[in-house]
């Protein structure tokens, strides 16, 4: 992106601003570090928003930024291929339209494109990929922050294409004229000539290209660190220096979460791993096959067939031959998915051949003690895998063994094929009517993990009433269809389907939006000895929310709680609490409250104007700790436990005002608390230490503060201002409530040139 386009978003934000956008503009700053920090949860609600919301106001530059930086955190960091082509295809029609290709940013949503179609299937996007790119780089040149971007995308076209040798000429010859232009290459344009050099079978040449381009400024420097060490094991170990380049490979710890360096994380460690340098174990297989998976649900092709032919030749090294077999296959089937498969089928034919070659392993007793081998076995340190190959032959035939198989298969990831083998026992070769509930169950569960929704409804059918409605309640509930699950579960609870299909129930008609009926369904379990200690948490904040107090009183009394005895709501004062709560920008926020009763808490901590809650609301939580509370005691005494906000209960009408200056005395601000603290309006300082203001006279950086209090609604905005001038009269400095001021229409001018003056 051109240094304007930074320029453009802060005029952007001033103008959102001053428009009372402020929430917006908040928003708008935010979204770039959101897409580079990993924080898509974020993203996904942001970025969309933004760009929705910048149609309306008829500015298709906004839009096209909201648009590109959501793009970029899917197929960046999260390697999203087919399910994001059509999405990148209509970013590059919307950045050729007359009132967007003149924005700095726009060559950027070809670079997208290509990134989209690489993650599908590199080699067979390879060649669009390179006619797409040439095409927006003849209208780049090298002064523009948009070109090491494209001519990086080229370099990796190029090599997907089978042009090693042209991929190095090309991303020199950009290095060259980006010198020429007076400015450094990008990092990743480094990273790019290095891994073309490697490609090209020159790991001297690569290993000094990474090492040239270690100081240049990469566009991603959250993801610098761990992608450079990854590249730097991989050219490492083609060098043969096996320690250093094991020494050098990040942790899975480290690249679990960015999809993007999988497969050359995968390839790497099957280098290291064939010679001794690193551990290859049941647990990396159980990771790469959840890889897969991933990829199956983003598109990525290409992605999924080099993990299932890594995956397996690794599962031969360990002799894990029926795994090596079922990656075969899989592999095989994704073919069909790539636009260009030259080659390909003799690598899958190979992976057949070395699974053919090796030798089984050995099971460790007789085969009908199988089953009480695998039950004796230490669940900590047995090899789930071995037991999945020892099992095989039984499975199908033996009940028991069955159950332990199919089990072990759907922990390593082989849902589909523990459905196929168990629906066969259970549903094929016997009546799932005289199954039990337990064969039932799991039979049922590996069904859904499958997605073979077909054969739960068939099962269903050739169930008993009560059981068929909850295993159809089961996959309702699985796919968030709520109107059908409740719908099932109520069937199953009037034929006594028992705690699951009750809570089933229960769980469907609040996600539909009744609380007070899901609080009656769970009602029952108070008087029978059926209910668990979660049900009747469950019950509290369901009751809590309808402010069905008996029912709080009553299940808090069977958890052994000490609530004063009365009746109506429960205000008691117990304990500090931090509660999780969402901003309007995607995020969430911590605020500090007070908790009331069970399931409740009063926020205590005045919180900015566009905020759907305040200090003073009564809110319902969550009683389970979102983090665990510490054992050591001294720790514990300074330790605040966070829940989770669920809904509001009570607004508590309070309004913030905020205010800025630089920062009174220490007895000043002691009396400023005091103020404000007899008069119950709660406030907080927002600014960090580091926070200056400038002293209008000589130019000195000053302390400075702001934050926010907040009134009830008894107490009217001028009482507030009376108040504020009065106890910052003889300050130093004088501190501003700009907004407060022009409320009331007293003395906005001077607030005004307050700010002004100080820079707040």
């Given at each position: 992106?051109?240094?304007?386009?930074?320029?453009?978003?802060?005029?952007?934000?001033?103008?959102?601003?001053?428009?009372?956008?402020?929430?917006?503009?908040?928003?708008?700053?935010?979204?770039?570090?959101?897409?580079?920090?990993?924080?898509?949860?974020?993203?996904?609600?942001?970025?969309?928003?933004?760009?929705?919301?910048?149609?309306?106001?008829?500015?298709?530059?906004?839009?096209?930024?909201?648009?590109?930086?959501?793009?970029?955190?899917?197929?960046?960091?999260?390697?999203?291929?087919?399910?994001?082509?059509?999405?990148?295809?209509?970013?590059?029609?919307?950045?050729?339209?007359?009132?967007?290709?003149?924005?700095?940013?726009?060559?950027?949503?070809?670079?997208?494109?290509?990134?989209?179609?690489?993650?599908?299937?590199?080699?067979?996007?390879?060649?669009?990929?390179?006619?797409?790119?040439?095409?927006?780089?003849?209208?780049?040149?090298p002064d523009s922050l948009a070109f090491p971007g494209l001519a990086t995308q080229y370099v990796a076209a190029l090599m997907d294409a089978g042009q090693a040798a042209e991929a190095v000429a090309?991303?020199?010859?950009?290095?060259?004229?980006?010198?020429?232009?007076?400015?450094?290459?990008?990092?990743?344009?480094?990273?790019?000539?290095?891994?073309?050099?490697?490609?090209?079978?020159?790991?001297?040449?690569?290993?000094?290209?990474?090492?040239?381009?270690?100081?240049?400024?990469?566009?991603?420097?959250?993801?610098?660190?761990?992608?450079?060490?990854?590249?730097?094991?991989?050219?490492?170990?083609?060098?043969?220096?096996?320690?250093?380049?094991?020494?050098?490979?990040?942790?899975?710890?480290?690249?679990?979460?960015?999809?993007?360096?999988?497969?050359?994380?995968?390839?790497?460690?099957?280098?290291?791993?064939?010679?001794?340098?690193?551990?290859?174990?049941?647990?990396?297989?159980?990771?790469?096959?959840?890889?897969?998976?991933?990829?199956?649900?983003?598109?990525?092709?290409?992605?999924?067939?080099?993990?299932?032919?890594?995956?397996?030749?690794?599962?031969?090294?360990?002799?894990?031959?029926?795994?090596?077999?079922?990656?075969?296959?899989?592999?095989?089937?994704?073919?069909?998915?790539?636009?260009?498969?030259?080659?390909?089928?003799?690598?899958?034919?190979?992976?057949?051949?070395?699974?053919?070659?090796?030798?089984?392993?050995?099971?460790?007793?007789?085969?009908?003690?199988?089953?009480?081998?695998?039950?004796?076995?230490?669940?900590?340190?047995?090899?789930?895998?071995?037991?999945?190959?020892?099992?095989?032959?039984?499975?199908?035939?033996?009940?028991?063994?069955?159950?332990?198989?199919?089990?072990?298969?759907?922990?390593?990831?082989?849902?589909?094929?523990?459905?196929?083998?168990?629906?066969?026992?259970?549903?094929?070769?016997?009546?799932?009517?005289?199954?039990?509930?337990?064969?039932?169950?799991?039979?049922?569960?590996?069904?859904?993990?499958?997605?073979?929704?077909?054969?739960?409804?068939?099962?269903?059918?050739?169930?008993?009433?009560?059981?068929?409605?909850?295993?159809?309640?089961?996959?309702?509930?699985?796919?968030?269809?709520?109107?059908?699950?409740?719908?099932?579960?109520?069937?199953?609870?009037?034929?006594?389907?028992?705690?699951?299909?009750?809570?089933?129930?229960?769980?469907?008609?609040?996600?539909?939006?009744?609380?007070?009926?899901?609080?009656?369904?769970?009602?029952?379990?108070?008087?029978?000895?059926?209910?668990?200690?979660?049900?009747?948490?469950?019950?509290?904040?369901?009751?809590?929310?309808?402010?069905?107090?008996?029912?709080?009183?009553?299940?808090?009394?069977?958890?052994?709680?000490?609530?004063?005895?009365?009746?109506?709501?429960?205000?008691?004062?117990?304990?500090?609490?931090?509660?999780?709560?969402?901003?309007?920008?995607?995020?969430?926020?911590?605020?500090?409250?007070?908790?009331?009763?069970?399931?409740?808490?009063?926020?205590?901590?005045?919180?900015?104007?566009?905020?759907?809650?305040?200090?003073?609301?009564?809110?319902?939580?969550?009683?389970?700790?979102?983090?665990?509370?510490?054992?050591?005691?001294?720790?514990?005494?300074?330790?605040?436990?966070?829940?989770?906000?669920?809904?509001?209960?009570?607004?508590?009408?309070?309004?913030?005002?905020?205010?800025?200056?630089?920062?009174?005395?220490?007895?000043?601000?002691?009396?400023?608390?005091?103020?404000?603290?007899?008069?119950?309006?709660?406030?907080?300082?927002?600014?960090?230490?580091?926070?200056?203001?400038?002293?209008?006279?000589?130019?000195?950086?000053?302390?400075?503060?702001?934050?926010?209090?907040?009134?009830?609604?008894?107490?009217?905005?001028?009482?507030?201002?009376?108040?504020?001038?009065?106890?910052?009269?003889?300050?130093?400095?004088?501190?501003?409530?700009?907004?407060?001021?022009?409320?009331?229409?007293?003395?906005?001018?001077?607030?005004?040139?307050?700010?002004?003056?100080?820079?707040?």
């Amino acid at each position: 992106m051109d240094v304007d386009i930074w320029a453009w978003v802060g005029g952007t934000q001033r103008e959102l601003h001053e428009a009372g956008n402020t929430g917006l503009a908040m928003a708008l700053g935010d979204v770039p570090a959101q897409a580079l920090e990993g924080r898509f949860a974020q993203l996904d609600v942001v970025a969309p928003a933004i760009a929705q919301h910048a149609g309306s106001l008829e500015k298709p530059w906004l839009e096209f930024f909201a648009r590109y930086w959501h793009l970029l955190g899917r197929v960046g960091d999260r390697a999203m291929g087919a399910v994001a082509l059509d999405d990148a295809a209509s970013l590059v029609d919307f950045a050729q339209r007359d009132d967007v290709r003149d924005c700095p940013a726009a060559p950027g949503a070809v670079e997208l494109l290509t990134m989209t179609q690489a993650n599908a299937d590199g080699p067979g996007y390879a060649e669009i990929r390179l006619a797409a790119l040439n095409t927006a780089l003849d209208g780049v040149t090298p002064d523009s922050l948009a070109f090491p971007g494209l001519a990086t995308q080229y370099v990796a076209a190029l090599m997907d294409a089978g042009q090693a040798a042209e991929a190095v000429a090309y991303a020199e010859a950009a290095v060259e004229r980006l010198r020429g232009a007076g400015r450094e290459a990008s990092w990743e344009l480094g990273a790019a000539s290095a891994r073309a050099l490697l490609a090209a079978g020159r790991p001297e040449d690569a290993l000094t290209a990474l090492d040239a381009s270690t100081e240049f400024k990469p566009d991603d420097p959250v993801a610098k660190g761990r992608r450079e060490a990854l590249l730097r094991s991989q050219v490492l170990a083609a060098l043969g220096r096996m320690q250093e380049a094991v020494d050098a490979l990040p942790d899975l710890d480290v690249v679990g979460d960015h999809a993007r360096e999988w497969v050359e994380w995968a390839h790497t460690v099957r280098t290291l791993a064939s010679g001794g340098s690193i551990a290859n174990t049941w647990q990396l297989g159980r990771i790469l096959r959840q890889w897969m998976a991933y990829f199956e649900n983003v598109g990525g092709h290409r992605a999924r067939f080099e993990l299932a032919l890594t995956a397996g030749h690794l599962a031969v090294a360990r002799q894990g031959l029926w795994q090596a077999r079922l990656l075969a296959d899989y592999a095989e089937a994704v073919l069909a998915d790539l636009r260009v498969t030259e080659g390909l089928a003799e690598r899958v034919a190979e992976l057949r051949a070395a699974a053919d070659a090796a030798e089984e392993l050995p099971p460790p007793g007789p085969r009908d003690e199988l089953v009480a081998y695998f039950d004796a076995a230490d669940g900590r340190t047995a090899d789930p895998e071995r037991w999945v190959g020892w099992l095989w032959p039984l499975s199908g035939t033996d009940l028991e063994a069955t159950r332990r198989h199919t089990t072990t298969l759907g922990f390593l990831g082989y849902a589909p094929v523990g459905a196929d083998l168990y629906w066969k026992t259970v549903a094929e070769d016997g009546d799932p009517a005289a199954a039990g509930d337990e064969d039932l169950s799991y039979l049922t569960g590996l069904l859904i993990e499958a997605r073979q929704d077909e054969r739960v409804e068939t099962l269903a059918a050739r169930l008993p009433e009560t059981r068929s409605h909850l295993t159809l309640a089961r996959l309702h509930r699985a796919r968030e269809r709520w109107e059908e699950t409740a719908a099932e579960a109520e069937q199953a609870v009037a034929h006594d389907g028992g705690l699951e299909a009750r809570r089933l129930w229960s769980g469907a008609v609040q996600q539909i939006g009744d609380n007070a009926k899901a609080a009656e369904i769970l009602k029952p379990l108070l008087d029978s000895g059926e209910s668990e200690e979660e049900d009747v948490w469950r019950l509290i904040v369901l009751s809590t929310a309808v402010e069905d107090w008996a029912t709080v009183r009553a299940a808090g009394a069977k958890l052994g709680m000490p609530i004063e005895p009365g009746e109506g709501p429960i205000e008691e004062e117990w304990h500090l609490v931090r509660v999780i709560l969402p901003a309007p920008d995607g995020s969430q926020r911590e605020v500090l409250a007070v908790r009331t009763g069970p399931a409740t808490a009063r926020l205590a901590i005045p919180q900015p104007r566009g905020m759907e809650y305040n200090a003073g609301d009564v809110v319902v939580i969550d009683p389970r700790p979102l983090e665990p509370i510490p054992e050591n005691e001294q720790e514990r005494e300074s330790f605040v436990i966070p829940f989770a906000g669920v809904t509001m209960l009570r607004p508590g009408g309070y309004t913030s005002w905020f205010f800025d200056g630089a920062a009174p005395s220490e007895d000043e601000w002691a009396e400023f608390n005091e103020v404000l603290a007899e008069r119950g309006w709660p406030m907080w300082v927002y600014s960090e230490e580091n926070y200056r203001v400038t002293h209008p006279a000589t130019g000195e950086q000053l302390p400075g503060v702001f934050g926010w209090i907040a009134i009830p609604p008894t107490v009217r905005p001028a009482e507030l201002d009376a108040v504020l001038d009065d106890v910052t009269e003889q300050w130093s400095h004088p501190l501003a409530w700009l907004d407060l001021a022009r409320e009331v229409g007293i003395e906005a001018e001077r607030h005004e040139r307050i700010s002004k003056e100080y820079g707040l």
